[in-house]
């Protein structure tokens, strides 16, 4: 089998992306280190999210947003996320506030401090497949469905 092939079988076979629900999705964003993907429904245009706990504050997030082609290390700094879905802009992010990537977030935080379910009407949430807390990839089929590990769940 040449490397192409190897490697695109190798991708379908162990990559787990897998779809958010509204039961599902505050655990996973909160968890302390998801990266999740914000699908609309209306354009098809997304953007990938990071957030991850600060360690000075158990109930802040930083939140990034992925802007190049890397998808492990190409995210900037947008600002902090609380765990009420309340988002605040940083002074320090190089993202505008007028970015299509921010319009996004602010649209996806208030809609999600208000009704849940109405977030899943107009865009789709997925995580790529890598527990919520730890990074870990997923395997077992529950904790692809909920984006955190059985180790990890135990410790929530």
């Known amino acids: 089998m040449n490397d192409s092939i190897s490697s695109t079988l190798s991708e379908l076979l162990f990559a787990n992306p897998k779809q958010l629900t509204s039961e599902n999705v505050s655990a996973f964003l909160f ?18 999210y990071k957030l991850k ?7 802040k997030f930083y939140l990034s947003v992925l ?6 290390s190409d995210f900037e700094y947008l600002g902090l996320v609380n765990l ?38 107009k865009c789709e949430v997925w995580h790529e497949g890598k527990c919520g807390r730890c990074g870990r990839k997923l395997t077992v089929p529950s904790s692809i469905e909920s984006g955190i590990g059985p180790e990890c769940a135990s410790k929530m």
């Not at 309340?86 to 921010?102: E, F, K, V």
Request: glycine share 6%; charged share 15%.
């Open 84 to 121: 009420l879905y309340c988002y605040q802009p940083g002074n320090s992010s190089r993202i505008t506030r007028q970015a299509p990537s921010n319009y996004a977030i602010i649209w996806f935080m208030h809609s999600m401090q208000n009704t849940v379910d109405s977030v899943f009407v």
């Open 53 to 59: 706990r600060t360690p000075f504050n158990l109930t």
């Open 67 to 72: 802007t190049g082609p890397e998808n492990s």
């Open 31 to 48: 968890a302390g280190n998801a990266t999740f993907t914000l699908v609309s429904k209306k354009t098809g245009k997304r953007f990938t």
